[in-house]
Structure formats: C-alpha cells, structure tokens
C-alpha cells in the first residue's frame, strides 16, 4: 500500500458557478471527464447530491475497466465539493481516498484546487497515473468551459 497526495490549482476565465455547474451535470462530465481516443467512459448511476453515490466505468476500449465510485460528503453550492472515491478493477479495490474540489472567486474568474488523498494496492494503481489523468481532465474542464 503507498499513500499520496495529488494538489493541483488552475484559474479558469469563467465564473466559480459556471465551474462548479460543470461538475454537478452528468452531460458535462462525460464531455470533460473523457479519457480520451480509444478508451469508454460510461455513468451507470450520477447522483449528485450529498449522501448520494456515483459509479463511473471507464477503460481501453476492449481492455481492463475500472469502476470509480463515489460518495458524496458535502456540496456547497459555487464553493466546494468533497467526496470519497474507490477504484477497483477485475474486482480488486486499486485505489480508496477523498477528493476535495474547492471554487474561489478571483479577478477575472475562479481559481479551481483539487486535492485528493489517497491510498494505491498492490500496485495496481500509482500517484503519478492519478496526477496526469487530473490534469488532462482539469485541460479538458478549460477546453469545455470555453465552448459554453
């Protein structure tokens, strides 16, 4: 078992609920949360509310999946989301942590921190896979952000 911890920052050039709505819709989350070329991405259930739960499948096309699931601690509205989060694929548990998204409102925009604790099994999953998934996702938040 390894524990790490993944802290990113970005200023995006719209307002914090314009952001934080990007994050609460299914529709937009399948669009930004894309892996990309060659892998699936699917919601089996999106909840988004506290107390409620997501489950997420993604993966190479043809290839291993994961499931990701959620659970929602608390949501402030424009402010803050925080949820745990599993991965587990072939049904072995690869990753369990928290993820704490926090909006600020800054000139010009909202500056977006995402931290997420974690813990990596059996070397199935690793820091450094979950920090660059993070900021592809947190490009792709910008690309779609900017077409809405």
């Given at each position: 078992?390894?524990?790490?911890t993944?802290?990113?920052?970005?200023?995006?050039?719209?307002?914090?609920?314009?952001?934080?709505?990007?994050?609460?819709?299914?529709?937009?989350?399948?669009?930004?949360?894309?892996?990309?070329?060659g892998w699936?991405?699917?919601?089996?259930?999106?909840?988004?509310?506290v107390?409620?739960?997501?489950?997420?499948?993604?993966?190479p096309?043809?290839?291993?999946?994961?499931?990701?699931?959620?659970?929602?601690l608390?949501?402030?509205?424009?402010?803050?989301?925080?949820y745990?989060s599993?991965?587990?694929?072939?049904?072995?548990l690869?990753?369990?942590?928290?993820?704490a998204?926090?909006?600020?409102?800054?000139q010009?925009?909202?500056?977006?921190?995402l931290?997420?604790?974690?813990?990596?099994?059996?070397?199935?999953?690793?820091?450094?896979?979950?920090?660059?998934?993070?900021?592809?996702?947190?490009?792709?938040?910008?690309?779609?952000?900017?077409?809405?």
């Amino acid at each position: 078992m390894i524990e790490g911890t993944v802290d990113l920052t970005r200023v995006y050039a719209q307002p914090a609920e314009a952001v934080f709505a990007a994050w609460a819709s299914e529709q937009a989350q399948r669009i930004w949360g894309d892996p990309g070329e060659g892998w699936d991405l699917t919601f089996e259930v999106f909840r988004f509310a506290v107390g409620e739960t997501d489950i997420c499948r993604f993966g190479p096309t043809g290839g291993r999946h994961y499931i990701n699931e959620i659970r929602y601690l608390a949501i402030e509205p424009a402010k803050r989301i925080v949820y745990s989060s599993s991965l587990a694929s072939q049904g072995r548990l690869t990753f369990a942590g928290t993820v704490a998204a926090t909006f600020e409102p800054v000139q010009g925009g909202t500056r977006l921190r995402l931290l997420e604790q974690g813990l990596y099994f059996d070397g199935l999953d690793d820091l450094e896979g979950h920090r660059s998934g993070w900021q592809g996702m947190l490009e792709q938040l910008a690309a779609y952000l900017g077409r809405t």
